[in-house]
């Protein structure tokens, strides 16, 4: 038996080609195949770009599982080359870095979800660990967060001379440390517990608060304050 050949999209009715369907209903209306689809543009002689975009899918287990693949791990689906499989990775980070852009500016902190919900878009999804810190003001809101330190999959280094100096610099009141675990596992280990007391103490004598340190995964978070840790 020859094996189905699907209709390429442009043979398709007008109202059922992604392209056309978003200028006319508008990309709500889109599934997320049908906008991957219009990512990679075309498919093959026996699958349309739809019907390629479904399989992808269905080998992840959700949109963010397909934006933590690598371009490797693309090209091996049949039908991805390098160039559809650079225009996926990219629409994936543009996407990444709008959510890490939608927090309020000057958001106050009321709690250790809205600390990942700023930090989770930044550091929630990568490969590595990088080691970050919110600066707030008297009234807990944030006036600065930066990127500390970047390393491996298993750690990275901190300074905390390098903490306090932003703060003085940023006239911060108090400080919230966070960084990531890219294995997901929400456990802090000996040294992310030595490195919160180092930090802590040296806070105590320049009059600076550390309120909490998070642990942020993709999908998840474990923050010292709350489980009595600080």
Sequence with gaps: MEPQTSFPISQWAEDDKPREKLMLKGKQVLSDAELLAILIGSGSRNESAVDLSKRILSKVENLKALGRMTFKQLTEFKGIGEAKAVTILAAMELGRRRGSEEEVELKKITSSKSVYDIMQPFIGELPHEEFWVLYLSNSNKVMYKSQLSKGGITGTVVDSRIVFKTAFEQNAVSIILCH???????????????????IKEAGKLLEINILDHLIITNAGYLSFADEGMM
């Design 180 to 198: 990531n675990h890219p294995s997901g596992i929400l456990q802090a280990s000996h040294a992310d517990k030595q490195i919160t007391k180092k």
